[in-house]
């Protein structure tokens, strides 16, 4: 009789367990089968895009006095570059894939934050390379919606970025770093911006 009875508790209990499982919809899985599946789903979610990192070497240029007027800038070597160094116009920058042109400017800003005066608004152009064996830049003709990215501006590994000031510089020898050699008419500026050299 005691076993009997087990045996109509046990077929009570299973059926009661059938009827939860048809309700609910969802079949019954093993403890470490619904693990597994959890996982498959935080794997297969959105993944963060890769960051990649730019060092460069920049070099600061003074502006020209009127530059829609003037040419091709040649690229500063020798003496010429010395001579940036001793200003403190020639710097490390490290810029990310996701920044914004305005998170790009203002780290190129800290680099030359004393020869700026530190200004957070002090302007300055990007610039690209011209002529035979990118020996000179210009100022780049830009659409009313381009933006600079990191990636545009500091160019293959071996590129070195060049800004040109937009303002008056604080440098210790001004009447030695004043202007640059202009080759022929270079593009109009465009937005109002000053250059940034490739080389």
């Not at 599946?37 to 009127?66: C, E, H, Q």
């Not at 990636?151 to 604080?170: D, H, N, P, W």
């Amino acid at each position: 009789m005691k076993c009997l009875l087990r045996i109509i508790t046990g077929i009570w209990q299973v059926w009661s367990l059938l009827c939860l499982c048809s309700c609910d919809r969802r079949p019954l899985l093993p403890s470490f089968l619904q693990k597994r599946r959890g996982a498959a789903v935080v794997r297969g979610g959105r993944k963060k895009p890769k960051v990649s990192v730019f060092d460069r070497t920049i070099i600061l240029l003074p502006g020209a006095k009127d530059l829609e007027q003037q040419g091709d800038i040649c690229i500063p070597r020798g003496k010429e570059r010395e001579k940036l160094g001793h200003n403190g116009m020639i710097g490390k920058v490290r810029l990310m894939s996701d920044m914004n042109e305005d998170e790009i400017f203002s780290e190129i800003r800290t680099v030359f934050s004393k020869v700026m005066g530190n200004d957070n608004n002090f302007p300055f152009t990007v610039l690209q390379p011209t002529g035979s064996g990118c020996k000179t830049l210009s100022v780049p003709a830009l659409s009313a919606s381009f933006l600079w990215t990191a990636r545009e501006i500091c160019g293959s590994a071996k590129t070195v970025i060049y800004i040109m000031a937009g303002a008056a510089l604080q440098m210790h020898e001004p009447e030695e770093v004043s202007e640059y050699t202009y080759i022929h008419t270079s593009p109009e500026i465009v937005n109002n911006q000053l250059p940034i050299y490739f080389v």
